[in-house]
């Protein structure tokens, strides 16, 4: 079991909707019995619990690795390039961090990290005020992998979602 953490659930969720579709998309142009997209999540420390969307798709080249988070920068022929910008304000706005990086067998995983509820001490003042609110994560990440799959054209590929408290290599 995971434990909770503070974060506003509809923005969470919106970070790992655009993460899981930006995943799908990725591999669309993969062999179907070689596309796994995989949501992982481990207590990173007594702070912090970090999230890894990893896919099976065409990777990043080293270049983009940066850029891809500034605002209008696209690597999509359709993309408007605000996607990521807008997940890496909502991370920071919970006071973590997203990054990506290559994955082992190809493909890339992105990361990033949101505060344990008992860690909230520099948002207190905005839990206080309502604005953001503990959150189950296992349950959060289920409905986003619903909500993914009904709305994107290749909802028909093998997905591995898996949420667990060990610290697995991905």
């Known amino acids: 079991e995971l434990p909770p953490v ?3 659930r509809i923005m969470i969720e919106q970070v ?3 993460l899981v579709k930006n995943g799908i998309e990725s591999m669309g142009d993969i ?3 070689r596309r796994h997209l995989s949501i992982q999540a481990r207590v990173l420390d007594e702070r912090m619990l970090e999230i890894a969307v ?3 798709g065409h990777g990043l080249p080293e270049e983009d690795v940066e850029r891809i988070f500034a605002p209008f920068y696209t690597t999509k022929p359709d993309g408007m390039g605000i996607g990521l910008a807008i997940c ?3 991370i920071e706005f919970h006071q ?3 990054w990506v990086e290559a994955g082992r067998d190809g493909g890339t995983i992105f990361r990033f990290t949101v ?3 008992e860690s909230v001490g520099a948002l207190a003042d905005l839990v206080k005020a309502g604005k953001i609110g503990s959150i189950g994560l296992s349950e959060m990440s289920a409905e986003t992998l619903r909500k993914a799959s009904a709305i994107h054209p290749i909802a028909a590929m093998q997905t591995e979602y898996s949420l667990t408290t060990r610290n697995p290599e991905i």
Request: proline share 10%; charged share 30%.
């Open 16 to 18: 790992l909707l655009n």
């Open 6 to 8: 503070y974060a506003d």
């Open 88 to 90: 890496r304000s909502i």
């Open 115 to 117: 505060p344990i509820e």
């Open 54 to 56: 990893a896919d099976q």
């Open 31 to 33: 062999p179907f019995d």
């Open 96 to 98: 973590g961090r997203l």
